[in-house]
Structures are given as C-alpha cells and as structure tokens.
C-alpha cells in the first residue's frame, strides 16, 4: 500500500465533491474541482490504493432503531486478539481503541433490540478476551457523519454538484431481494462501483442495476458515505463524549447539534447516557472550546465520561491498518432482515 502518497489541494477537494455526491461521475465532477476527468479518476484510484479514502454503500438498519454502543474492557494481554476476533463480525461495524474508561468502543448494527440481544448474548460473550461490557441501545440517530464535510469547496461549488438522479419512470417500484443482496453486497466493498462492473459479476444487467440503486437511495434504504483517513484530515483529535441531557433540552437537540459542526454521529441511548456524541476537533486545545459550544446547545446537560479514540481498526466494515489505511480488507455487514 502507498503510505508515501500525501494528497494534495485537488485531493481533498475531490473527496469533499464525493462527500456531497458519492457516485458523481468525474465528467460532473471536473468543472467544479477544476482538473480534467481523466485526472480526477487517476487521483481517485491513487487515494484509494493508498487506502486514504473510500465510499461505502450502507443500508439504512441503524435508523430503524437496531443498532448499539458498545464499551469493551479486555483482561490483559487479549486487547489486539479481541480485536482481530471482533473484525470478523459482520454485526460489528466499527471498532475504536479508545483511552479512558473503556478499552474498545464498538458499534454494532441490527435490525431489532433482539438482534442485538443475540449478538451480545451469544458470540460476543463467547469472546474470552472480554472482561466486562456495557451495552447502550440506540433509539434513534440524530445526527451521523453523512452530513460532515471537509472545508475545501465554496458552497457555490457545492450547489454545483449534481445530485443523483431518481429512477427512470419505467423503472421497476420495487427491487428483488435477490439484486438488493448483490447491490448491498457490492457497494460495500466499494460504493463507486459501477452498474457495468456489478452486472458483469452478478448477470444482472446494467440499466436494471443502474434503475435499483436509483430506487433505495431515492426510497433511503441505501445511503452512501465517502470517508478519509482521519490524520490526514484538519481534525485528527477523535473524542466520544457520554451526556446525560435534560429530557426538555433533547427535545431541540436535533436542531441545536446540527449546529456545532465538529460532531460527527449523535445518537440516543437508552442507558445510562441517554446522548452519544462523536466527535472530530482540530487539536487537544479545542476540547475546551468545543465543550462551551456543546454546552450552549445543550443547557443542562452533564458530560458523565469522554474517552479519546488512539486508533481506528475498522471503520463501516473496512479493515483499517494502524495508521488508519483502508487495507482493502472489508467485512460486509449483517444482511438486514428486509429491504423495505
């Protein structure tokens, strides 16, 4: 893998033009960016080699109300095997190492509170490197990193960039689960891949390919989301943050979060927390800054526990290296249950 490549200006402005529109095209992408398509797509096949960068094709389980937190403590000595035993859990979508009072910090995601049950009761607790966990059920994602951004287009150029195209009127209403499972499947591993690639592997075709990912994003069963190593972003410092919120103030929080930009994911929980904060801050000194603003939009909220992430190793299914690469490794997540 390229760890030398260090993107450029033209590099991070195509990843904020992916943030904005996954499957853009580079012929739609290159007047805004201001490079040639040809050299958007080489830069793009650069940073993904490099694992700098990739796009992940998710379907929607978590908004259903599924999904979970969980703190992990290992006995000693078992922390890297936990870890290796836990990447290869499809429920298990992201693994943070963390320092604070929790050693791994683990979203898994399912279809239901019992699915989730299942999984803590049953092969994660036959993990015998896990000393204690703490489970924090999510109610319901207020926020979550599909609409962060990186800071590198004007938002004249944002307003520029295409939004994807709804289905063709003679497209089918629904999709077969047979084509929802190759489509899931696919864009997993890689969210940019074309409709020409996945019909050649699956002998779908093409135009039936191309009408089915148009229906689930345009019903939002599937979403799309263009990641980046985090240190080569301006917001190395990643920190969970655990509040506890005055009912009558979480009533707004949807709306008074959306306005603190650093955070990344805010979830409910019903635990001991009832808020879970994710969150992406320049440097250690802007934790106290960044604290003032979550307290003016959080009046009376108690942050009960913070811990600081020192390594990602696996981010949406993709196993990442210690760095923080993508190693082209990707675990595709549980299937859902339905695709309606």
């Known amino acids: 893998m390229a760890h030398g490549y260090q993107p450029d200006q033209v590099d991070m402005r195509i990843l904020h033009a992916l943030q904005v529109e996954p ?18 797509s080489r830069r793009w096949s650069r940073l993904r080699a490099a694992g700098i960068a990739w796009v992940t094709g998710m379907t929607d389980q978590a908004d259903r109300g599924g999904g979970a937190l969980i703190e992990i403590e290992c006995a000693p000595g078992d922390l890297h095997a936990t870890v290796r035993a836990l990447t290869a859990e499809p429920e298990v979508v992201t693994i943070d190492y963390t320092v604070g009072g929790r050693d791994l910090l683990v979203t898994v995601l399912a279809d239901t509170q019992r699915q989730v049950a299942d999984y803590v009761l049953g092969p994660m607790a036959r993990l015998r490197g896990i000393r204690a966990a703490h489970t924090h059920l999510i109610t319901e994602r207020l926020l979550d990193a599909r609409r962060w951004r990186l800071r590198e287009l004007s938002p004249a150029e944002v ?7 709804p289905p063709r009127s003679r497209a089918a ?13 696919e864009l997993a591993v890689d969210g940019r891949a074309s409709a020409v690639a996945i019909a050649g592997r699956s002998g779908f075709s093409a135009q039936r390919v191309t009408d089915a990912i148009a ?11 263009t990641d980046l190593a985090r240190d080569l972003s301006d ?13 009558p103030v979480m009533a707004q929080a949807r709306v008074t979060l959306a306005q603190v930009p650093e955070i990344r994911l805010a979830a409910l ?13 320049r440097s250690v000194q ?3 800054s960044f604290e003032v603003a979550l307290s003016r939009a959080l009046p009376g909220a108690v942050i009960a526990d913070r811990s600081v992430v020192v390594r990602i190793a696996k981010h949406l299914g993709h196993v990442l290296d210690d760095d923080g690469r993508a190693t082209g490794t990707v675990v595709p997540m549980r299937r859902p249950l339905v695709n309606g």
Request: aromatic share 14%; proline share 8%; glycine share 2%.
């Open 269 to 281: 929980c019903a635990s001991r927390y009832n808020l879970v904060l994710a969150v992406w801050l």
């Open 215 to 225: 229906t689930l994003r345009t019903d939002g069963q599937l979403y799309l989301r």
């Open 286 to 288: 802007d934790v106290q």
């Open 235 to 247: 917001w190395p410092v990643y920190t969970w943050y655990f509040l506890q919120v005055p009912a």
């Open 159 to 165: 307003a520029r960039i295409p939004r994807f195209r």
């Open 23 to 40: 499957r853009a095209s580079w012929t739609e992408l290159a007047p805004v960016v201001g490079a040639d398509p040809a050299n958007l």
């Open 173 to 185: 209403r629904t999709v077969a689960p047979e084509l929802f499972e190759v489509i899931r499947q």
